[in-house]
């Protein structure tokens, strides 16, 4: 019986379990017979070497998947049942060539009027089913990050915090409750996502009464760190709101979410505190604004604000993250938009930690930039993460809506993270710090003090990048695979949560699938 398919792309083949939506971007031009060993997360459900359908896919808008007539296992024989697991529109179709299976056509997602895929804010529909299915079987590493998430967010009593007016100086509890609130939102959308259980309905009541509790009571935002607060809660909450506005449906006595409430306030109070990006501050700060941005024009439909996000971001990476050919080559970082560091002697000192305009800082005997260092690497060691995990959510949610950041950038972010992980490494593993660039210990120039590592942030954001490029695109990636290995399952932080539990794994929802061969490793 049939229980996998081979999709292939661009010569190489993939295989596909049939639990997995191909995706809604291949289509089948040939089917032939051939052996392969059975996914691993199929264990279990069969021995090896069962037959499959190699099936050769050209990138159009629809995709074939065979399902068995015969019993290989019962979630396996009902269309019915794999269309829900799937969670993609199908149509069983006739397929003459197929003579022990039926074919399943996978139809597009169809944007809607603003041109926009839902949900499709950092999951998509079939991320969350890959994901559900995985926990289903108890597969790594998604069923141990689930049991590692922090029970803080997990308790169905979870009480929301909102505050009229976000202002981190004269209430610094709003600061606190809007950020954690937008985890917890979260939190419970993905556990409503991956859970099967007939009264799963309390997670997405539980986030909806936190989103319904803000958007009633949030009228504004003041002051500078404020900013940076609602930038990480402008990346989390649209993430909740989108999962459960297009795939909960409210049941008498289940809370409703309040989605032109929700909308009024990212429209007022996020979008006018974000739009203008912070060109003056760290990179860590715009490339928040800027993943929040984008977010919110997904969930709001709002196609100008989805393109100032995309924008902010493509101004802002590439004078986050150094190359040597920046510049033509003159060995000098690319300076923030903005003109505020056009002066030489500021950008020194800005890429040393000094965070401000500054043009007299010490700077240390040789120093020089390195490919893939950080605007932050000589700050410490957590900021650089925070900016750089902005930046993947960015460009993960992009990606679900067509546009390819990760490919305009593959150089700089492969490098970042490469370069990142060994620099880290280095100092986990000996408790020295590399003396190049930064001339010892990350700060030290700057005059902040601590330890260097400046909080835990270092210890997440891995995850999305690594997956995107290792797992999707076959990009080696050791360094960064080793520091995922070192700090699975992720937990959460500001706006990088879960990562391991929700976004490892190969959603290709706008082109073919590359799947991971070994789910058991990094």
Sequence with gaps: MFDQVAVSEAGCVFIVPPYVSASPACTVTAITMGKVSRHRSAGGRGGLGLRVLFV?????????????????????????????????????????????????????????????????????????????????????????????????????????????????????????????????AYTFALLYSYSTAP???????????????????????????????????????????????YTFASGPGDQVLNVAAFTNMLNNVYVPTLIAGDPQSNGNWELSMADGLINIGVFTDNRSVFNSGVAMWRARVPAYIYLSTDNNANGQPIAPPGGNYSNPAALTCFWLGLGTNKTTCTVPAGFTYHDGMTQETCRDMSHPMEGLGAMVNAAETARLQGVDLYGEQKQRITDAYEYAAAYDSQYLTTHVWPASPCGGQPGSHSGQGGDGTGGSSYMYGWEIAYNEYANRLGVSMPNTQAMIARFRPSGGVNATDWETLANVGASASRGCPHFLGDKTSA
């Design 199 to 245: 009264d799963r309905a309390k997670y997405a009541d539980a986030a909806i009464a936190i989103m319904n509790a803000w958007s009633a009571t949030l009228t504004k935002a003041n002051g500078n760190q404020a900013r940076l607060d609602l930038a990480w809660s402008a990346e989390v909450f649209p993430r909740a709101a989108e999962i459960l506005r």
């Design 56 to 184: 050769v896919a050209a990138v159009v808008f629809a995709g074939f998947v065979v399902l068995p007539r015969g019993s290989v296992a019962a979630d396996q024989v009902s269309f019915a049942a794999a269309q829900g697991q799937l969670g993609s529109p199908a149509t069983v179709i006739t397929d003459p060539t197929a003579t022990d299976g039926q074919a399943v056509r996978f139809n597009a997602p169809i944007p809607d009027s603003a041109g926009f895929v839902h949900p499709g804010i950092l999951v998509d529909p079939s991320q969350i089913s890959y994901v559900q299915d995985e926990i289903a079987a108890g597969a790594s590493p998604w069923t141990p990050a689930l049991a590692a998430v922090n029970p803080f967010y997990t308790k169905l009593s979870y009480a929301a915090g909102p505050y009229a007016t976000v202002d981190c100086s004269a209430t610094s509890k709003s600061c606190t409750n809007v950020v954690q609130d937008a985890i917890a």
